[in-house]
């Protein structure tokens, strides 16, 4: 897990070109809100329901199928990618989004549970969960054997 110091000096690095802004709390809150699209941080809600580097493949193949090859995109701003990002259309991706809120919120029906297995917890699952765990924490939480 990393620091609040850590994570600011990767969004300063990665965002921003050297000698590095003097106001360093500014450029983190500038950055956060450049990364949330021209929102504020607090905003929104948001339920963590993807991860870009375990979701890559999937993310790749839907923008894909929307024409937008990620390999090809050159120049391409953070807020087009998060336009074709946010419209997805249905996919394995967005299956894969759907059943971990299902999850997260408890409401997997038994077929959904099902689909899961198949899948593997192990992807559903963002914080890595394996099918055993996954069978005994739905077993302490929601009664499910």
């Known amino acids: ?3 609040s110091w850590e994570k600011a000096e990767i969004l300063i690095e990665n965002l921003y070109c050297a000698p590095y802004p003097g106001n360093i709390q500014e450029a983190v809150n500038q950055g956060i809100k450049f990364l949330m699209c021209g929102e504020d941080e607090g905003s ?4 963590r329901l993807c991860d870009f580097q375990k979701d890559g493949k999937y993310i790749y193949e839907a923008l894909l199928k929307q024409g937008l090859d990620l390999d090809k995109a050159n120049n391409l701003h ?3 990618f998060m336009a074709h990002f946010a419209e997805i259309p249905a996919s394995t991706f967005s299956r894969i989004v759907y059943l971990r ?3 997260n ?14 899948i593997g917890w192990h ?10 765990e996954r ?3 739905d077993e302490y939480v929601f009664g499910v054997e």
Do not use: F, P, V
């Not at 929104?44 to 339920?47: A, D, G, L, S, T």
């Not at 919120?105 to 198949?118: I, S, V």
């Open 135 to 137: 069978e005994a924490y």
């Open 44 to 47: 929104k809600n948001h339920e």
């Open 1 to 3: 897990m990393l620091t």
């Open 101 to 103: 809120m299902q999850s």
């Open 123 to 132: 992807i559903i699952d963002l914080d890595g969960l394996t099918s055993g």
């Open 78 to 80: 953070w807020w087009t």
């Open 105 to 118: 919120h408890g409401k997997l029906t038994k077929d959904e549970r099902a689909e899961c297995e198949r």
